[in-house]
């Protein structure tokens, strides 16, 4: 394409960059020489960070490169699933735990710094994104095409000032290439060695000048999709695992042994399970428990080993395997298709227009409708003494009994798992045109509208009343019919509920159904921006200014099936959003050099931004940085940049209306786990259980089910507001060529959180503070008669605080040896602290986090790449330090709750191995997990913490392309 002129062309060109944070330059790199007088001209380009164009390459905060070669270098399936892999950002939502949500199965978002997947703004050549779902503002990086990928920039600190809210955390910036010739073709197919589970991607991308260079159209197509993996199907996690207390196994402890981790309270054993529970029903009578043979028979439970009436766990026993029911990959297909077209109008003209339309198909496999027996449950769900289904021997044992009626406990797994397929459909417009206004004032400016569709069905989902009328069965004379009359008059089939097949098609029918919810996002955003690096001279150089205004639009609706809204079915009855809001932003930066030349002191240039918004729904805000670049010499600089910030609340926030959900928890007023805390601890909680009502000898074993939650929004939030500091080192010494080095420190503080608080935070909250007059005791309802929890209010609330800090460092080596050229490359983060504050206005009671799961205290990334005419080789190993299982407060009050505690250092080596054929042809082949490193302790690695932890196994993939 022509050159518009050496600065414009400049701020299109491409430019290779090596991972080297902060510095931006390939280690050793030898800028080209020319005789040229244009061409010795310093390039000026624009880096994330700063929307002002600078000479060479100099960033003005850490910023860590990924070329877009290195993220296709790899077996995964998706732009997500390689950056989680870096030790800055974490695995809260990729792959494998997105099905562990309603409605994000098969969705990928980013998490910089494990602080919220919303408090981390993602870009597409510096423009904003529609989200992928709309309960967040984040985006599915599935949507943004991999083979046009020219390099990924990711930065921390003084983004919001630049690029506007929701960059609490930073910013990662997708950079496609702007000039794509010829064509290009890939397919990828790959297979793990010990299991089922595979994936395969097919990519094309072709693109042509026309009109003398001047305009450049392109397009391009993407397909991948990966198999589902259950955990059976896994040579590890199919074994069955369960937490037994330690007097079930080895009888009663002394008082010094209470609270000694060589007598934990609870011990990890292998092969156990439930035995209240199973796929053909089970049911308790005189303390006696029982099952169904296949013929609907009773028999009874077969115990051979330890019982533990506290868990419902028992081992050497008839129990169920809850690993059935584990999908450690999700099903998921993506076809994307993107079409760009840039033309120079004029030598200081440029405009672009883009297109692309995304599909993606991600389905979630999860346990099938589930009811309890024995004591749990009572009343609806009880089989009556002259149920139609009862048998002779049946009915003896209950009449032994004096029993009117059964609690049946069952996996109901011949109704069906209940399968949710997850269809988003993405579509985004983009113009754009940039130029000269001047010989120094360049702008830009941009359209972009972008709509996500998502459609979510859920399968075998048990309408509630059905079931009931089904399996209250009575025979009038010619069979078993439905006793309600009206329900018999409706269709009602009448069904068993005694062995592992008993439900037939008919009744099948009859109970279940698939609940169809739809949402929709949409985005549109209006953007100008004006550059000006020459703006005044000063004594140290020139000052470089940006500025620009933005209008947005955003908007989220979601619709839920009417019969699941309603609480007619098993499914959650789910509240529906609906709202927008729009922001109209003004922002500039300026760059100031004050010394140059001067003893220590090549340069040093002061870096300012400020930021005002006027949202329809907070009202203004303003956002702020300032940093200090210190260029000490030629081989060693130094920067330091603080920032205040601010994140509005997105929509689902504000305007999502009351709905239900579920969670797992253990009540921390039971006497059991009082009796397993400190002194201390025991007391506080005891005198708050008390104040709530909760009996002294409370241990009812209730909590062994999930229990009931209200989620929703609060549309009186307020913006959550941050301040960061950024503090680090660039050494590039002269007397080793090709070696670099970055240090660099950070913080993050953010105040009045907007947080829907975990339902076990919040009862433990609730008794650990001095008293029960506090925010998280008025959102839990006791039953007054029996204390069990039966409501747990989680709405989204300004009431918390989350402060991390860190060091990241990078060094990188590239040298000639052997022939080739070898690039190495160590990226690490050593978290220092990762506290969690329940209440911003108490910041003595918190919990640090750091070293816990999810939060490694050290990750590190190391890269070693070699080549050799048309051979590539190249290794990738990442690291995780140790984890804690249990986080500094709850070991505080329990210093031995287990038998598992924490998971040891991890890490794992990928290699490819490469050929070049000078005839445009391709090949590759790669080994992921190389020495086939297992998942540490019983974990299967789908959590939002131990998705770190490779959950495939050794695999194998083949790539051959050709290009031309």
Known sequence: MSSIS????????????SVASGVLMAPGAIA???????????????????????????????????????????????LGEV???????????????????????????????????????VLVDGRRHVAGSPNSAAVDTNTIPSAWIDRVEIITGGASAVYGADAVTGVVNFILKKNIEGLDISATKGWAENNPYGNERFTLSYGQNYMDNRGNLAFSVEYNSQDSLNALDHQYAGRSWASMNYDSLYGPRSDED??????????RVPDAGYYDLSEAGNFQLNDTWYTFNND?????????????????????????????????????????????????????????????YVRTDGQSIGQPFFSYGGVRTTGDYAIQRDNAFVGSELGALMDEAGASELNIGRMYNDGGRRLEDNKRETMRLVAGVDGYLSDDWSFDASLVWGRTEIERVNNNNLITQ?????????????????RDEEARANGCVATSIFGADAIGADARDYIYTSSLATAEVEQSVATFNVQNPFLFSLPAGYAGFAGGVEYRDESATTVE??????????????????????VTEAYAELSLPLITDAPFMRDLTLETAIRFADYSTIGNATSWKAGLEWVINTELRTRFTVSEALRAPNITELYRSSGQSFANVSDPCRVSNLNNLTDERRETRAANCAALGVAGDFDDNYDSGSLELEVGGNPNLQPEESRSYTAGVVYQPAWLNGFSATVDYWQIDITDTIASNAAQQILDACVDANSINNAYCGRISRNNDSGQVELIESYSLNIARSENSGIDFELGYDFNAFDGNIRTTLLGTKLLEAKRYPFTDQPDDYIDYAGVMGNADLQMRFTLDYSRNNWTIGTRTRYSNSVNLYN???????????????????????????????????????????????????????GAGSAYYDNIGRFVYISLGYSF
Do not use: W
């Not at 050496?6 to 960059?17: E, G, V």
């Not at 079931?467 to 004379?477: S, T």
């Open 296 to 356: 609907g028979t009773p028999r009874e439970v077969m115990f051979n080993g330890p019982v533990d009436p506290r868990t419902g766990y028992c081992t050497f026993c008839d129990y169920i395997n809850m690993n059935q029911y584990v999908e450690m990959q999700p099903k998921y297909e993506r076809t994307n298709f993107n079409v760009r077209n840039g033309f120079e109008l004029t030598p200081n003209l440029y405009t672009t227009l883009e297109a692309k």
């Open 83 to 121: 950056l989680s892999r870096l030790p800055a950002l974490g695995n809260t939502m990729t792959l494998a735990n997105s099905g562990n949500s309603i409605g994000n199965a098969g969705i990928s978002l980013l998490d910089l710094r494990g602080m919220g997947t919303n408090r981390t703004l």
């Open 258 to 267: 209470a609270l000694s981790p060589d007598h934990p309270d609870q011990v």
């Open 888 to 942: 500094p407060d709850e070991l505080a009050g329990n210093p031995n709750p287990s038998s598992e505690m924490s998971y040891g250092s991890y890490a794992v080596t990928d290699l490819t191995l490469g050929y070049r054929y000078e005839n445009g042809v391709r090949a590759r082949v790669g080994i992921d997990n190389l020495f086939d490193r297992d998942m540490p302790g019983t974990t299967n690695g789908t």
């Open 32 to 78: 080209g020489q020319s005789d040229d007088n244009e061409a010795t001209q310093p390039e000026r380009i624009q880096v994330t960070g700063s929307r002002i164009l600078r000479a060479g390459a100099e960033a003005p905060a850490p910023v860590t490169v990924i070329t877009g070669d290195e993220i296709l270098n790899s077996g995964a399936m998706n």
């Open 6 to 17: 050496s600065l414009t062309c400049s701020m299109r060109a491409a430019f290779t960059i």
């Open 561 to 582: 099936d009417p019969r699941a809204k309603a609480d007619e079915t098993f499914f959650n009855a789910l509240g529906e959003t609906n709202g927008s809001f729009d």
């Open 466 to 482: 059905n079931y009931l009328y089904a399996i209250d069965a009575i025979d009038l004379g010619e069979g078993p019919v439905c």
